[in-house]
């Protein structure tokens, strides 16, 4: 079985209240983050509610990296789906669990476009800017 991409949800907890709320301070980590990975970034977009929290997401040639915060509860959610096997979706988490000063987290990792073709068809690294 050959995978097409990697998928972590990853969970932050105990976060500071005002981390979670401050749309520019998480949409600049969500772009380092994706930088810290290597990955190649094509769109970003980033709201704020009223009263508080945060939705954004970075659209990476890759994949995407996506967040929804609740600052109320010190809490965020977390999605990066990375394709292929050159860009690894830890090295993100692992950013943003350190700037989120996270006192505790989650993270699944899904293996996405679980192919039952013969070993090899799907190439190891492929040009996804290509695609």
Known sequence: MEALGRHCIIEYYDCPREIMDDV?????SMCEAAEAMKATIVAVEFHHFN????????VISESHLSIHT????GYAA???FTCGDVI???????YL???FAAKRDSVVEL???ILDVPEGTVPKAYDVKAS
């Open 24 to 28: 520019d301070f998480i949409q600049k």
């Open 51 to 58: 009263p508080h929290g945060v939705s954004g997401m970075v």
């Open 70 to 73: 609740w600052p109320e509860f």
């Open 78 to 80: 977390v999605d990066v």
């Open 88 to 94: 690894d979706p830890w090295f993100a988490h692992k």
């Open 97 to 99: 669990r350190e700037k």
């Open 111 to 113: 293996k996405r476009g």
